[in-house]
């Protein structure tokens, strides 16, 4: 059965395996902007038609800062926010067919938008509000989209990809062609 049919009650116990394994993957020590949460944004946005898709990275990343520490209100505001883009880009680029080339321009898109927006509540709290001070906060922030690229890509091939490989082991234990 694939998941694009399911209704959000029948994936309740997936997602909260997803959202436990993101929330996890972000407390435990990790390379500062390499975490899953904009990975699981393509990956529910692409999966779960339906609007809790929305709030699958938010459960993951709300999990995570409960446990590491609450941090500044317009930062916070801004990388939920961030995240939630990803789920959109998701569902835009991958909703509908989903090629490798896609899913490049899904996770680079989905990792830019982030980077542009949760940018917004760094330069609010800690640069000039100026254009100047937008700039220098969008360029001291490069590294961390550098980061978060190279996560994006390693965990969204892992979900994905995971993802996949289930189906078809589902799709050849179902036809009893055994495992692969």
């Not at 883009?85 to 569902?91: K, S």
């Not at 254009?131 to 994905?160: E, K």
Request: net charge positive.
């Amino acid at each position: 059965m694939d998941m694009k049919t399911l209704s959000f009650k029948q994936l309740n116990g997936g997602l909260m395996l997803l959202i436990a394994i993101a929330a996890i993957a972000r407390i435990v020590p990790h390379p500062l902007g390499v975490t899953p949460i904009g990975a699981l944004g393509l990956f529910s946005g692409t999966h779960i038609k339906h609007r809790w898709a929305l709030f699958v990275p938010v459960f993951a990343l709300l999990l995570g800062d409960v446990v590491i520490g609450i941090y500044a209100a317009p930062v916070m505001a801004a990388v939920y926010f961030g995240f939630l883009t990803t789920v959109l880009v998701g569902r835009f680029i991958l909703g509908t067919k989903r090629t490798p080339l896609r899913y490049c321009v899904a996770i680079i898109t989905g990792a830019i938008c982030f980077y542009l927006i949760s940018n917004i509540g760094m330069w609010y709290i800690a640069f000039p509000r100026t254009l100047d001070g937008l700039i220098a906060c969008y360029i001291q922030g490069l590294p961390f989209l550098l980061r978060t690229l190279g996560g994006d890509f390693i965990y969204s091939l892992l979900m994905f990809g995971g993802y996949e490989w289930l189906q078809q082991w589902q799709t050849k234990k179902t036809h009893g062609t055994g495992l692969m």
